[in-house]
């Protein structure tokens, strides 16, 4: 928590780089943690310390990408820098699929998928998403995206999108946070009112608080190299 050092008590992204350290995006900036403890932040993250950042992952490249309230940034480890070819600001997740294109899911204007910094596609709800509010995305095996938007997770396979359907509460709004892969392949959902869900093959299984969860909101998850699990609420 924020007294232990943490920047900011909501945590929307986790990750562990190559050195072991875990960057953990928050509503007011970033923090690093290694060994039980608190790192200084990068200098040149400088400019990232008051904003909201709501999406975080390291690309193939070893670069860094945020997903903030005023945009879109990759930090290559030296130089940061803005993807000022985004037009929406409000980005709420980043993803990079296997042919190297980029997805940005904003709030309110569908996804986004760029290559090169040029612009392949805007899905919307026009094209079948439940919601134009995307906030995460990932490759499953059999060559569909699951799409995690503010109403549903959404599935797009031979360029057509259906709902994925999850076990739920009655009236749950099943607005999806994040996706994220075990090291056993099974695909795990954050959600703002449901828990934690868990997709394994053709089984899915909820966690939520009769489980032991504190809330039933979930912005991200992540398991490290060691086997245990992050939790961010």
Same mark, same amino acid.
Not at 65 to 72: Q, S
Not at 158 to 177: G, H
């Given at each position: 928590?924020?007294?232990?050092?943490?920047?900011?008590?909501?945590?929307?992204?986790?990750?562990?780089?190559?050195?072991?350290?875990?960057?953990?995006?928050?509503?007011?900036?970033?923090?690093?943690?290694?060994?039980?403890?608190?790192?200084?932040?990068?200098?040149?993250?400088?400019?990232?310390?008051?904003?909201?950042?709501?999406?975080?992952?390291?690309?193939?490249?070893?670069?860094?990408?945020?997903? %903030?309230?005023?945009?879109?940034?990759?930090?290559?480890?030296?130089?940061?820098?803005?993807?000022?070819?985004?037009?929406?600001?409000?980005?709420?997740?980043?993803?990079?699929?296997?042919?190297?294109?980029?997805?940005?899911? %904003?709030?309110?204007?569908?996804?986004?998928?760029?290559?090169?910094?040029?612009?392949?596609?805007?899905? %919307?709800?026009?094209?079948?998403?439940?919601?134009?509010?995307?906030?995460?995305?990932?490759?499953?095996?059999?060559?569909?995206?699951?799409?995690?938007?503010?109403?549903?997770?959404?599935?797009?396979?031979?360029?057509?999108?259906?709902?994925?359907?999850?076990?739920?509460?009655?009236?749950?709004?099943?607005?999806?946070?994040?996706?994220?892969?075990?090291?056993?392949?099974?695909?795990?959902?954050?959600?703002?009112?449901?828990?934690?869900?868990?997709?394994?093959?053709?089984?899915?299984?909820?966690?939520?608080?009769?489980?032991?969860?504190?809330?039933?909101?979930?912005?991200?998850?992540?398991?490290?190299?060691?086997?245990?699990?992050?939790?961010?609420?």
């Amino acid at each position: 928590t924020t007294t232990e050092g943490l920047s900011n008590d909501l945590v929307y992204s986790i990750l562990e780089d190559k050195k072991g350290v875990f960057w953990i995006a928050t509503a007011k900036g970033q923090s690093l943690f290694k060994d039980r403890k608190f790192l200084p932040i990068p200098k040149e993250l400088a400019p990232l310390s008051e904003l909201m950042l709501r999406c975080m992952i390291m690309d193939s490249k070893g670069h860094l990408h945020f997903g %903030t309230n005023k945009g879109a940034f990759v930090y290559d480890g030296q130089y940061l820098k803005e993807l000022k070819e985004l037009n929406e600001k409000n980005v709420l997740g980043i993803y990079e699929d296997k042919e190297e294109n980029f997805w940005y899911g %904003t709030a309110g204007s569908g996804a986004f998928i760029y290559n090169g910094g040029r612009k392949i596609r805007n899905l %919307t709800t026009k094209d079948g998403l439940t919601h134009n509010s995307c906030n995460a995305f990932i490759e499953g095996k059999n060559g569909e995206t699951y799409i995690a938007t503010e109403s549903h997770l959404n599935v797009l396979l031979n360029n057509t999108i259906s709902v994925f359907p999850l076990p739920a509460p009655e009236n749950a709004k099943q607005n999806v946070r994040s996706l994220t892969y075990d090291k056993k392949g099974n695909i795990w959902l954050g959600t703002w009112d449901c828990g934690i869900y868990k997709i394994e093959d053709k089984k899915t299984t909820r966690y939520a608080k009769n489980e032991g969860l504190t809330v039933d909101g979930v912005y991200c998850f992540l398991e490290d190299t060691e086997g245990n699990y992050w939790i961010g609420t």
